[in-house]
């Protein structure tokens, strides 16, 4: 069984957006061919949700700029823009993906006191959305991971994919990702290749 995991295709990582990723809504036409593609038996999206206080916000701290390097609950934590702020348009998922396909959403980053980046786990590794248990409980076999943002919310999603669910198959899809910067981006594919996720593109994905 093959699932399709859409990683934060909000319109808050798109151009106009809170904190846009360069062509973030470039992959919306790619992940629509892959939804369309019949190649996925599920296909699940994961949503930031975050309160409009939440931590990882600079303006949530009075001496913080965004992009620069603060801590949240005692620990580093890079300080964002607000962004996809719950029940904003920020927050929705681009108007042009076809979210009737979707069977499962994931919200993440609810709780101000610590970042979600993966779609499976807080930064922290506490506290699980559940989809790890839902995935191995519909007997995925095969995850294919992409979206936005390739440095931060992709990675560490299929980086969790790896740990969480033993034996499952992740691959991750470059062309239907876009990342925050070129070097972070270069970096996360270098990692997540070097850790057993292979690195396809969508006509790879669906090829075979
Ligand atoms: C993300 C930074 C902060 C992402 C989310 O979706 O990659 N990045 N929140
Ligand atoms: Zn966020």
């Given at each position: 069984?093959?699932?399709?995991?859409?990683?934060?295709?909000?319109?808050?990582?798109?151009?106009g957006?809170?904190?846009?990723?360069?062509?973030?809504?470039?992959?919306?036409?790619?992940?629509?061919?892959?939804?369309?593609?019949?190649?996925?038996?599920?296909?699940?999206?994961?949503?930031?949700?975050?309160?409009?206080?939440?931590?990882?916000?600079?303006?949530?701290?009075?001496?913080?700029?965004?992009?620069?390097?603060?801590?949240?609950?005692?620990?580093?934590?890079?300080?964002?823009?607000?962004?996809?702020?719950?029940?904003?348009?920020?927050?929705?998922?681009?108007?042009?993906?076809?979210?009737?396909?979707?069977?499962?959403?994931?919200?993440?980053?609810?709780?101000?006191?610590?970042?979600?980046?993966?779609?499976?786990?807080?930064?922290?590794?506490?506290?699980?959305?559940?989809?790890?248990?839902?995935?191995?409980?519909?007997?995925?076999t095969?995850?294919?991971?992409?979206?936005?943002?390739?440095?931060?919310?992709?990675?560490?999603?299929?980086?969790?994919?790896?740990?969480?669910?033993?034996?499952v198959?992740?691959?991750?899809?470059?062309?239907?990702?876009?990342?925050?910067?070129?070097?972070?981006?270069?970096?996360?594919?270098?990692?997540?290749?070097?850790?057993?996720?292979?690195?396809?593109?969508?006509?790879?994905?669906?090829?075979?």
């Amino acid at each position: 069984m093959k699932a399709l995991l859409l990683v934060d295709i909000q319109n808050g990582f798109c151009p106009g957006g809170n904190l846009p990723v360069l062509e973030g809504h470039e992959v919306v036409p790619v992940a629509n061919r892959l939804i369309e593609s019949g190649k996925y038996d599920l296909i699940v999206a994961s949503q930031d949700w975050h309160p409009e206080d939440h931590g990882s916000f600079a303006s949530s701290h009075p001496d913080k700029v965004p992009f620069e390097l603060g801590t949240l609950s005692g620990k580093p934590q890079m300080m964002w823009p607000d962004h996809c702020v719950q029940g904003t348009e920020d927050a929705e998922l681009h108007p042009h993906l076809k979210i009737e396909a979707i069977d499962l959403i994931i919200q993440k980053g609810l709780n101000r006191s610590v970042d979600s980046y993966s779609a499976f786990r807080d930064n922290d590794r506490d506290a699980h959305t559940g989809l790890a248990a839902y995935l191995k409980d519909q007997d995925i076999t095969d995850l294919d991971v992409c979206g936005l943002a390739t440095d931060y919310c992709v990675k560490f999603s299929a980086l969790d994919a790896l740990e969480m669910m033993p034996g499952v198959q992740v691959r991750f899809i470059e062309d239907a990702s876009r990342g925050i910067t070129p070097d972070g981006v270069a970096a996360a594919i270098d990692e997540m290749r070097q850790k057993g996720i292979a690195i396809i593109t969508s006509e790879q994905a669906m090829s075979d």
